[in-house]
């Protein structure tokens, strides 16, 4: 029996997670009554669960390691469904319509809390969409990049509470500070790579943070600014109820936008100087592609996602204070690209709502989250490296008859 | 004959070892010369200066551009030198392994194409038309060197052979007037290296390109070079044709010892 080994050595580390766990999950020490509790129901529970856990992941690693692709034929049928359903025309329109409808319906069907949350959700989509400009296509490890995302609040906060201006102006000039912010940073870090670029962006994050905890005068430290107002429509006065509507609509606009434009400069010449930069930086730019001005551009154009999503975020909830701009925010951010899927815009998507709206439906189970979390991204990286929708290179058809003709014509048609 | 490439007293030293020493050079139009000696002898850093990614301690590089017959290119940018016409490709290879074969190609019009941001964004006619003309030069070169089967295939799929034509086809997108090719038949069967040699005469002969290329396979080089260069410890000890260098006793001593 094959499986007995497999048993045996499932047991064993299900002995040593008992072991290890017996004195925070069984023992417990009652400091008023002076008594000690020993619930031995826990051990049970985790020797089982161990025990399970452990069979299940060595059946999925042998069967990895065998090379049959059984865990993968679910993926190849969604990928054929998808691939269907964009071949037939009017499965398309419907899919199209049947979307377009549940997102200008959604918010008059649900709660405020749940727009608000879905809103939360729109705003990661468009920060992870902006960091896979960075570091999914240009390959420009940035763990820095919630600080654009400060740069865009507080450019809005500050700009209101001196000069009272509002939200519409303040969107392109935070956009703007923060693209030029990008560029700033780009700048020290034109001739660094890998980890030494990590570093020096955390370190980035950290001093824009440090300058809004500590700049009292100027950011209002760490006590923030409340009082922002919300978008406004015309003039016209909006209940909380309304306020909250408005700024999702606001969103599932700027998402398109984003969503439009990330797209476009992916399939384009500048899109391409990105990838080649991230595939090979040596031979990129003996092709005779400039290195500064490619990273700097990828670092402006990532920026400027972050700027405007910040500008957002500070209308949203009307106080923005340092608080809200931690390492974790960047890393929450870099987690969704790396989840979805590096430079794929629908894996970055599927990845943001995952990450920030499971957390919200999984309220009960908050002090696993990171946990949870945790232990879901190192499945990840084991079984799917490449994220969850890997990016689709885009495919070229030619036609014609084959002749030498300059005017030889082709298709951009994407056929996977 | 008028030059296109002229390296004259080209020294490049990294701290205390003088890599590439007191180094003449010059290439004619259309030509094709070897670059031979044994290992590290300084070849690939002479090439590493010429195309800009090492800055040479002292000496002049002269290219013949469209413009300027005497451009000097000492302490321009990789991408400047290539721009001016000219292209490279690597000992180890380097295509953009998870990019397909026709995007590899594309990289290479990078530099002769002008779109910018906004014309991506908007996508308006005139980036339109230059993205057709992009893939369908790219297309054309791909032809030209016969991998026109893997267009959509990802780079790093390719059989190793292909892989060498493929640095060899995304140098020529760039549409250079002078190609280096820095052991463009390591690691290559009798076969292969045939139709490389062939390819290379092929593009030389058709777009008038000169060649200059580091080799270690003697037959190739013997058959397929009107001129070889020959280096050992940075200097050029002889340059002259294929026959001549065979009899060079300076060459046979720097090849196979003091003893013979």
Known sequence: MKYLDEIKQSALIALWFLFLTFPIMVVRVNTIEHTVQWRWLNMLYIGAGSFLLSFLWRQLMIQRLSGSKKTSVVSIRIG??????????????????????TVVVFPFLFSSYQINIVTNALLYVVLGLGLNIVVGLAGLLNLGYVAFYAVGAYSYALLNYHYGINFWTA??????????????????????????????????????????????????????????????????????????????????????????????????????????????????QAM?????????????????????????????????????????????????????????????????????????????????????????????????????????????EFLGNGQESAKQSYTGIRTS | MNSILQVNQLTMDFGGIRAVDRMDLSIGQGEIVALIGPNGAGKTTLFNCITGFYRP????????????????????????????????????????????????????????????????????????????DTVTVSYHVLKRIGLEEYANQLACNLPYGAQRRLEIARAMATKPRMLLLDEPAAGMNPQETKDLENLLLRIRNEDNISILLIEHDMKLIMSLSERVVVMDYGKKIADGTPSEIRKNPQVIKAYLGETY
């Open chain 1, 288 to 396: 005779g592609i400039d290195k500064t001005k490619t990273k700097l551009t990828a670092f402006a154009l990532g920026a400027t996602w972050a700027g405007m999503a910040g500008v957002i975020f500070a209308a949203k909830t009307t106080f923005i204070n340092p608080a809200s701009f931690t390492f974790l925010e960047s890393a929450m951010i870099l987690s969704i690209v790396v989840l979805g899927g590096m430079g794929s815009t629908i894996g970055v998507i599927l990845a943001a709502f995952l990450l920030i709206l499971l957390p919200e439906y999984f309220r009960t189970f908050t002090e696993y989250r990171m946990l949870l979390f945790g232990m879901t991204m190192v499945l990840m990286m084991l079984f799917r490296p490449e994220g969850i929708i890997a990016n689709i290179r885009q495919r070229y």
């Open chain 1, 171 to 284: 969107l392109p000039i935070g956009a703007l500070l923060a693209a030029l912010f990008g560029i700033l940073l780009a700048f020290p870090v034109l001739r660094l790579r890998g980890d030494y670029l990590a570093i020096v962006t955390l370190g980035f994050g950290e001093i824009i943070r440090l300058i809004l905890e500590n700049c009292n005068t100027f950011t209002f430290g760490p006590s923030g600014i409340a009082h922002i107002p919300r978008p406004g429509f015309f003039g016209i006065p909006m209940d909380l109820a309304k306020a909250s509507i408005y700024v999702y609509y606001i969103m599932i606009i700027l998402c398109l936008i984003t969503i439009f434009v990330v797209g476009r400069l992916r399939n384009s010449r500048i899109g391409r100087a990105w990838i080649a930069l991230r595939e090979d930086e040596i031979a990129c």
């Open chain 2, 57 to 132: 301690t002292s000496g002049t590089i002269l290219l013949n551009t469209q413009r300027d017959s005497n451009k000097m290119i000492v302490g321009l940018k990789i991408n400047r030198i290539t721009e001016l016409g000219m292209a490279r490709t690597f000992q180890n290879i380097r295509l953009f392994p998870y990019m397909t074969v026709l995007e590899n190609v594309m990289i290479g019009r990078h530099c002769r194409t002008k779109a910018g941001i906004l014309g991506a964004i908007l996508r308006d006619s005139k980036t339109i038309k230059e993205e057709n």
């Open chain 1, 80 to 101: 054929n469904l998808i691939k269907g359903i964009g071949h037939n025309r009017w499965a398309t329109r419907f899919c199209l319509l049947f979307a377009i409808l």
